[in-house]
């Protein structure tokens, strides 16, 4: 997106006004880079831990080499399909709070700083950002639900880190544990381990994130009432169902790591499978403006997304279409 741009966007949980406390007899599954998922608890007397079964990638497996701007010609119909939310949300959640763009001379720019090139010149871009959580947000949601897709809107826009539990129609993991917490299934439903609120609502959720992270005003597309939510689900058709239903999966012991943002075609695809499959992952959010750019390009020296990073078998890698290959071959039952 070219051009001179300056855009302002405006385990005992003590709960807001219309949300539930979770019962103390609750029990909690919970997604970090220490604990795995699926580990045992042993009693007062001397019992064997069973270790989970360790994760390996496809046989023959490599990462492919990135490429930028391209689409798989068997992928075209999927990357269009889900570009249409692009129109009907008219970019809601591409750029971070209070990001601004101006074109600069390649001097400017100093070497190894992640900044586009267009023309002959660099890109140069910048955002004002809130406070940052200390520990990811934890979300339990669905894909396909627009909702949901309104609170992932903002965690993009606040570039945050969000750790998702997904909760697929019929998935046995997460969504049951989503009544236990609060009292019903209903999604999306929020837990902010840096201050012990949760929550359920969409427009609660987004209220609180951009108080606690952000500067307080809520921006324009996710204002509306009725009229967000309608657009939120035109910007679903051209996807229609996908992300919503359980597909049989192996649990890892870790979440994936997903550097991603909301309105990128190419992140939604693999977010669907991520949700189909239940896979809890840590989104690393990384829309324009925000200095997890810069992080990735450090590290991958590149940036592209989504860039997967999966902990339970090493593998690191760019382009959509490998990763949802990938995906189903690790963990689909």
Known sequence: MAG???I???????SLPGSRTTPRTSVFIRATSETPLNSSSSSSSQTSIKEPTPFTAPPNFKPPEPKRFGVRPDKVLDIVGASLALLFRLATGAFVSGYSASFVSKDEIPPGQYALDIAGFKLKETSKLGPRPEKPIEIYEFESCPFCRKVREIVAVLDLDVLYYPCPRNGPNFRPKVAQMGGKQLFPYMVDPNTGVSMYESDDIIKYLVGKYGDGSVPFMLSLGLLTTLTEGFAMIGRMGKGSSYTPS???PKPLEIWAYEPSPFCKVVREVLVELELPHLLRSCARGSPKRQVLYEKAKHFQVPYLED????VQMFESAEIV???RATYAS
Not at 8 to 14: E, G, K, L, N, T
Not at 311 to 314: A, C
């Open 8 to 14: 302002s966007q405006a385990p005992i949980f003590r």
């Open 325 to 327: 290959e990938y995906l």
């Open 4 to 6: 001179v741009l300056n």
């Open 311 to 314: 902990p339970n078998t090493g």
């Open 250 to 252: 192996k649990l890892p």
